[in-house]
């Protein structure tokens, strides 16, 4: 996790991701890409006529304020011990966050973004949805993996690992029945060994959902992360029945999301 980028702008959850952002970068001799974002077509209007019109000054007003926003962000790190860069573009931030991605090892963003879920798909990195008041705290004392066996959960598990490498109790979570064809869960502790890493498997009853069941062993367990595959099943299914991958994306007391597709 060496290149680290960063959703930025003034919203209240900054704070957690740059903080968190910085502590990554330093456990792993990383660097930091900031990104603001003004999407240009939020200020163009077409009429039925097919005319097209842009609020100039409204425009010309935000982008100075992306300016000013960088050289601050600009001017506070340069005094820190963390390397980095700003980059500003003007696409929609889904569109932004993806395109400047394509080189990232981690991309850090506030879970109530609205489009944590299709990042985790658009974009080939990891990311880390954080809530707005609670930055990742590194070293982790707890942290938890939901296993299912999948190409999703397993890009996950690997790309947790810089995270999970000082932390005392890993627990992998698996509820049963496991699906056909998938891999168990103890393959994902031989994995996490070769790491370095020990984590005890827990194998809980399903309680109502396989969703509520997960929360239920991260609550008692005190994990500070929850490592997980971003939509083993398809956007369209999780929206009409709802799913693991939006179960923890909506739920404001879930810790910070590590989700990977």
């Known amino acids: ?11 209240s959850g900054m704070a957690a991701r740059l903080d968190t952002a ?6 792993n ?3 930091v890409t900031l990104l603001i974002d003004t999407p240009v077509s939020r200020y163009v209007t077409v009429d039925p006529y097919g005319g097209t019109y842009v609020a100039r000054e409204a425009l010309d007003d935000a982008l100075a304020q992306d300016d ?6 600009a001017g506070r790190l340069t005094r820190d011990d963390v390397p980095f860069d700003v980059v500003q573009y003007e696409t929609e931030p889904l569109a932004a966050m993806a395109d400047a991605a394509r080189l990232a090892d981690l991309i850090v963003v506030s879970r109530g973004c609205g489009y944590c879920g299709d990042l985790a798909l658009e974009a080939r990195a990891p990311v880390l949805a954080l809530p707005d008041d609670r930055p990742l705290a590194l070293p982790l004392r707890a942290a938890a993996i939901a296993w299912d066996g999948g190409r999703e959960a397993a890009h996950a598990l690997r790309a947790a690992v810089p995270l999970l490498r000082d932390c005392p ?3 992998v979570i ?6 056909s064809g998938d891999f168990p869960a103890t ?3 031989r994995y996490l060994s070769r790491h370095g890493i020990k984590a005890e498997l827990a194998e809980p009853a399903k309680v109502n959902s396989v969703e509520e069941t997960i929360a239920s062993e991260v609550h008692a367990r005190k994990a500070e992360l929850l490592v997980m595959g971003a939509y083993s099943h398809s956007r369209v299914r999780e929206f009409l029945f709802g799913g693991v991958t939006r179960y923890f ?3 404001g007391a879930a810790p910070p999301l590590l989700i990977a597709h």
């Open 1 to 11: 996790m060496r290149s680290i980028l960063i959703q930025t702008g003034r919203d």
């Open 22 to 27: 910085m502590a990554i970068a330093r456990a």
């Open 29 to 31: 001799h990383g660097h």
């Open 68 to 73: 000013a926003l960088a050289a601050a962000f």
């Open 169 to 171: 109790a890993v627990s």
């Open 174 to 179: 698996s509820v049963p029945p496991a699906k």
């Open 187 to 189: 393959e994902a502790l």
């Open 249 to 251: 994306l909506e739920e």
